[in-house]
């Protein structure tokens, strides 16, 4: 896919991926731009950009492998809303990336040897804020850092303490707060 960009690429329509494998994908392996979708049961390993890159998309994420990217796991803009469950991330820039008034739920989920395991920010000025997280029973291991929230930003984890090495002035809230 050196020609085109992108491995897979859904714009302005739906979809429904389920049991596949993506690997060595020139730049993002699947890129989803104004679309509406399910994916289900992915192997996702050594892309050259992001595993999934999310753009004003609704979508469903459930039992999805990412392996070995160049920049980001799952990456979620410009006011998407994700809902996700058993999702594992290994060796990323940024395991998840949430930006600009985007929101994520992840469930179940485990972040593993990502230089940042979540990250929470604004990149367009369009948006206003940065995004948001909503978790539960998401387990962080060997990562730099495990949580970077922007001023503005907001994660929210249930069920579980917060993991060592984090930074930034956004807004964390557990259970114990």
Avoid at 75 to 97: C, F, L, M, R
Avoid at 155 to 174: A, C, E, S
Wanted: aromatic share 8%; hydrophobic share 30%; net charge negative.
């Amino acid at each position: 896919n050196t020609l085109s960009d992108d491995l897979l690429h859904f714009v302005y329509g739906s979809f429904k991926i389920t049991r596949a494998t993506l690997s060595s994908c020139y730049s993002d392996c699947i890129d989803v731009d104004y679309a509406l979708g399910d994916l289900s049961n992915l192997l996702i390993k050594y892309a050259g950009n992001d595993g999934l890159d999310f753009m004003t998309s609704t979508s469903t994420l459930e039992g999805i492998e990412i392996r070995t990217v160049g920049d980001k796991g799952i990456s979620i803009g410009e006011k998407s809303q994700i809902e996700a469950t058993k999702i594992a991330i290994y060796e990323a820039q940024d395991g998840i990336s949430v930006k600009d008034d985007s929101s994520l739920k992840l469930h179940n989920s485990q972040l593993v040897n990502n230089k940042t395991a979540i990250s929470i920010y604004k990149k367009n000025w369009r948006y206003g804020k940065p995004g948001s997280l909503e978790g539960r029973e998401i387990h962080f291991s060997g990562n730099d850092v495990s949580l970077s929230v922007e001023k503005g930003g907001v994660l929210k984890l249930y069920g579980q303490p917060l993991p060592d090495r984090r930074h930034g002035d956004g807004t964390v809230v557990t259970d114990d707060n």
